[in-house]
């Protein structure tokens, strides 16, 4: 009997099998970046190997800011994997106009009082 053996969990984010493989790398140095478009000037997310504006394939790779606001978020505490802290905590960050679906780590999502409350509040944020 012979088994099937694994060796890279992400074989897809390998130069050969992904235009956007240097997405990855960029994660690996701690950089967010995504796609630029040579055609339009569009900036999308996530990162696309063509525009859906002007179905364009020539982009460059640009740089996000670090920082963003967080436009909602969640708290999973249920259905948590093994290996992962409880509870975990997403949110939509918008950076440079763009919002980004991430996991927020180190967040205490604990409830605060100095927190204000919007419940009442009918302005669109």
């Given amino acids: 009997m012979s088994y099937l053996r694994a060796t890279d969990p992400y074989p ?3 130069a050969e099998h992904n235009r956007l493989h240097e997405f990855y790398a960029h994660l690996a140095e ?4 995504t796609t630029r478009c040579l055609g339009c000037g569009r900036t999308a997310w996530p990162p696309r190997g ?3 504006e002007c179905c364009s394939d020539r982009y460059e790779w ?12 969640t708290i999973q505490e249920a259905g948590v994997p093994p290996g992962f802290p409880r509870p975990l905590v997403f949110a939509i960050v918008e950076v ?3 919002r980004i679906f991430s996991p927020i780590l180190d967040a205490d999502p604990a ?5 204000r409350d ?8």
């Fill in 62 to 73: 640009a740089d996000l800011e670090a920082t963003g606001a967080v436009r909602a978020f």
């Fill in 50 to 52: 063509f525009c859906p």
């Fill in 12 to 14: 897809l984010q390998s």
């Fill in 30 to 33: 701690g950089r967010l970046t």
């Fill in 96 to 98: 440079q106009g763009l």
């Fill in 111 to 115: 409830p605060r009082s100095d927190r």
């Fill in 118 to 125: 919007h419940s009442r509040s009918r302005r669109a944020i």
